[in-house]
């Protein structure tokens, strides 16, 4: 299982959408969960609705989706079990896209930017890490 997991290409194109999307998502999670870059912190962001009424409790689904993102973040950047990060990432931004931000397409409350980042973890779960990644070390894969 673990295999399979970290079974990744050596190529180089996932490392800046790994080093990108790693970035966005390391800083928005130690804002959530760290109060970082002037961030609700974990206490507060826990206490927001839930996107969907099937989420109960509210405070358990909103504290585990920004732990995932500083995890699935920091994960990512270091392209360590790149495939469960960007899993994590993914559902997030799933529920982002229909949950939160549909129907609308464009900056402020669109999807755009949340689609693109839905976009990047997708890549990332089919690809792996890549070059420069822990997975790459870990298998024994070499160029």
């Not at 800083?27 to 609700?40: M, R, W």
């Not at 990060?85 to 464009?106: E, K, N, R, Y």
């Not at 089919?126 to 024994?140: E, F, P």
Request: hydrophobic letters at 60%.
């Amino acid at each position: 299982m673990l295999r399979k997991l970290i079974a990744t290409s050596p190529v180089w194109f996932t490392v800046p959408v790994r080093l990108g999307l790693g970035a966005v998502f390391v800083a928005h999670g130690a804002q959530k969960v760290l109060g970082s870059f002037a961030g609700p912190g974990l206490a507060k962001f826990s206490s927001f609705p839930a996107p969907y009424p099937f989420m109960r409790p509210a405070w358990l689904w909103m504290g585990a989706a920004a732990v995932a993102e500083l995890i699935g973040g920091i994960l990512i950047i270091l392209g360590l079990l790149t495939r469960v990060g960007a899993f994590l990432i993914f559902c997030i931004m799933l529920v982002a896209v229909v949950g939160v931000h549909w129907p609308a397409f464009f900056m402020p409350t669109g999807i755009e930017y949340a689609l693109s980042l839905l976009a990047m973890s997708l890549a990332l779960l089919i690809s792996g890490g890549g070059m420069a990644s822990a997975d790459l070390a870990m298998s024994g894969r070499r160029r």
